[in-house]
């Protein structure tokens, strides 16, 4: 009797890891991979170099949220061994494409304090969901 649930699951299994598979997560660290082309359903994940000891932060100034869902709040991480106090990291922010349709993410890197001043590096990615 287990011989053949197990059967029956292993099948079930290989089907579930096809359509996840089939969905993917896609992974974006520069704007020269744009404009991107996402299934409903697929994962994003935006990283971008940071440094916020220099007081300069990235912001998401257009989120594509007519496409794209938010997956929580920014994540900073830095490397463990470069042993250098104020060395710069990654931030990085998730996204689902929920519905089908075309928008923009656009983030600006710059100190929050200074808004009228330029920003030092604006990244910019023309999305489109299928």
């Given at each position: 009797m287990h011989?053949?649930?197990?059967?029956?699951?292993?099948?079930?299994?290989?089907l579930l890891t096809a359509c996840?598979?089939?969905?993917?997560?896609l992974e974006l660290k520069k704007d020269r991979q744009c404009p991107?082309?996402?299934?409903?359903?697929?994962?994003?994940?935006?990283?971008?170099p940071s440094n916020p000891t220099t007081?300069?932060?990235?912001?998401?100034?257009?989120?594509a949220?007519?496409?794209?869902?938010?997956?929580?709040p920014e994540v900073y991480s830095n490397p463990e061994?470069?042993?250098?106090?104020?060395?710069?990291?990654?931030s990085t922010w998730r996204?689902?494409?929920?519905?089908?349709?075309?928008?923009?993410?656009?983030?600006?890197y710059q100190q929050p304090w200074e808004p009228n001043v330029p920003p030092a590096q604006t990244f910019e990615c023309e999305l489109r969901v299928k």
């Amino acid at each position: 009797m287990h011989a053949t649930l197990r059967l029956l699951t292993l099948p079930a299994l290989a089907l579930l890891t096809a359509c996840a598979h089939q969905s993917g997560t896609l992974e974006l660290k520069k704007d020269r991979q744009c404009p991107l082309t996402l299934n409903k359903g697929q994962q994003l994940i935006l990283s971008l170099p940071s440094n916020p000891t220099t007081g300069f932060r990235w912001e998401v100034r257009d989120g594509a949220a007519n496409v794209l869902q938010s997956l929580g709040p920014e994540v900073y991480s830095n490397p463990e061994d470069s042993g250098v106090v104020g060395a710069g990291g990654i931030s990085t922010w998730r996204f689902t494409a929920r519905e089908p349709g075309e928008g923009r993410l656009l983030l600006t890197y710059q100190q929050p304090w200074e808004p009228n001043v330029p920003p030092a590096q604006t990244f910019e990615c023309e999305l489109r969901v299928k």
